[in-house]
């Protein structure tokens, strides 16, 4: 019995749910950031309006500012947006029983009773003008056969439009797309692949799948197989990891590298928890700094061997840091990225890597004694900084 997927996307999510609750926010451009009282209000959602005038998801509130002079700051509210989600899921529920969230705007919608394309097709139809006329919400519907061009379609008619991908035509209508409009092919990836020829989902589909997971890692075998429709091993309910990462910007610059290394080393605890929930390894290490005007540098260095050693991933981290920041400039935020990572345990003679030449401990107390408990701003799965 073929199984169908809907994707449910509700468009501009935040942004579309501050409009619903005042309604004179649709005349003006306008952003959903985070708390305005700490430094990294970063761009959540934004209107049509903001949109329009070139305000882009991920931006700082600083930079959308110089953008669009005239846009207007809403702080995000999540206890309203998750209403709103929950709403959203009781409308999917009386339609299937096996509703897989994707986040608090988007839901798989899996429908394994001998529904036709033809009738899911119309089950989307139905679903979102139930969304629009009940809750208010433009939601865009992606069908297919399984989870993954399902999501694809969903963002082809946006906004509150309706895609179908078939086995028949998702050669022709996926293939010729570029490669990161695949699910978790990020900038990064993008780059990689680039580099060796490999623009488009089709150039990923017709690809060695050998070669990719050379060059990617487990997922670049992953990412063969979505290309080519196959999401057999795809569980959505858990996270797809090709990188984990975390930025933190403290209350106040950093001025000195003893902060820097203390921010550093409480950045990859977190990503080595995370890798071995996980039971992942790295053998990539990024460091992302920016300083106090908002200009950039990413670097990006191997190590030596696969690994979820705290110690040796800060070593890393930090010697980056150390041998690429000038401190010309107060330091804004710090963030870390491990990447190239796999169920890969390669044994070395020599941990070499795996002791710290500095007193941690001291610079960290002395970090939380000024600033507090520091928040992660983001972490990172498929996205780049």
Same mark, same amino acid.
């Given at each position: $019995?073929?199984?169908?997927?809907?994707?449910?996307?509700?468009?501009?999510?935040?942004?579309?749910?501050?409009?619903?609750?005042?309604?004179?926010l649709k005349k003006v451009p306008f952003a959903v950031c985070g708390d305005p009282e700490m430094r990294h209000s970063i761009v959540m959602s934004k209107n049509t309006l903001a949109k329009r005038?070139?305000?882009?998801?991920g931006l700082s509130y600083y930079q959308a500012k110089?953008?669009?002079?005239?846009?207007?700051?809403?702080?995000?509210? $999540?206890?309203? /947006?998750? =209403?709103?989600?929950?709403?959203?899921?009781?409308?999917?529920?009386? /339609?299937?029983?096996?509703?897989?969230? /994707?986040? $608090?705007?988007?839901?798989?919608?899996?429908?394994?009773?001998?529904?036709?394309?033809?009738e899911a097709t119309q089950l989307a139809e139905v679903i979102? =003008?139930?969304?629009?006329?009940?809750?208010?919400?433009?939601?865009?519907?992606?069908?297919?056969?399984?989870?993954?061009?399902?999501?694809?379609?969903?963002d082809m008619n946006k906004p509150n439009g309706i895609s179908i991908i078939t086995k028949d035509n998702y050669q022709q209508k996926v293939w010729q797309l570029p490669a990161n409009e695949l699910l978790f092919v990020g900038d990064a990836r993008k780059k990689v692949l680039a580099s060796v020829g490999i623009h488009t989902i089709g150039d990923i589909a017709r690809a060695d799948p050998q070669y990719l997971r050379k060059l990617l890692g487990k997922v670049g075998y992953d990412l063969w197989r979505f290309a080519n429709g196959d999401d057999?091993?795809?569980?959505?309910?858990?996270?797809?990891?090709?990188?984990?990462?975390?930025?933190?910007?403290p209350p106040e610059d950093l001025c000195n590298n003893e902060d820097v290394s203390a921010v550093i080393f409480l950045i990859v605890n977190a990503i080595c928890a995370r890798l071995k929930k996980h039971n992942l390894k790295t053998r990539c290490v990024s460091v992302c700094m920016r300083n106090n005007k908002f200009e950039k540098v990413i670097r990006q260095r191997s190590l030596n061997r696969f690994t979820d050693d705290v110690n040796a991933i800060f070593n890393r981290a930090y010697e980056?840091?150390?041998?690429?920041?000038?401190?010309?400039?107060?330091?804004?935020?710090?963030?870390?990225?491990?990447?190239?990572?796999?169920?890969?345990?390669?044994?070395?003679?020599?941990?070499?890597?795996?002791?710290?030449?500095?007193d941690i401990d001291s610079r960290i107390q002395s970090l939380t004694k000024r600033f507090g408990a520091l928040n992660f701003e983001k972490t990172a799965t498929t996205k780049d900084w």
């Open positions: $019995m073929e199984r169908l997927v809907l994707h449910c996307d509700m468009d501009n999510y935040f942004a579309s749910v501050e409009e619903k609750h005042n309604t004179s005038a070139g305000v882009k998801t110089q953008i669009c002079p005239h846009l207007e700051y809403v702080k995000a509210d $999540m206890p309203k /947006y998750l =209403v709103e989600t929950k709403n959203a899921r009781e409308v999917y529920r009386k /339609y299937t029983d096996k509703i897989v969230p /994707y986040g $608090m705007d988007e839901s798989w919608l899996v429908f394994e009773n001998g529904v036709t394309p033809d979102r =003008v139930e969304m629009m006329y009940s809750l208010g919400l433009s939601t865009s519907v992606g069908v297919s056969f399984n989870y993954i061009f399902s999501k694809l379609g969903s057999k091993h795809f569980d959505p309910s858990i996270d797809e990891i090709g990188s984990i990462g975390n930025t933190i910007t980056l840091f150390k041998d690429n920041y000038r401190w010309q400039h107060p330091l804004r935020s710090i963030g870390v990225r491990v990447d190239n990572l796999d169920e890969h345990d390669q044994l070395s003679l020599f941990d070499d890597d795996c002791e710290l030449t500095i």
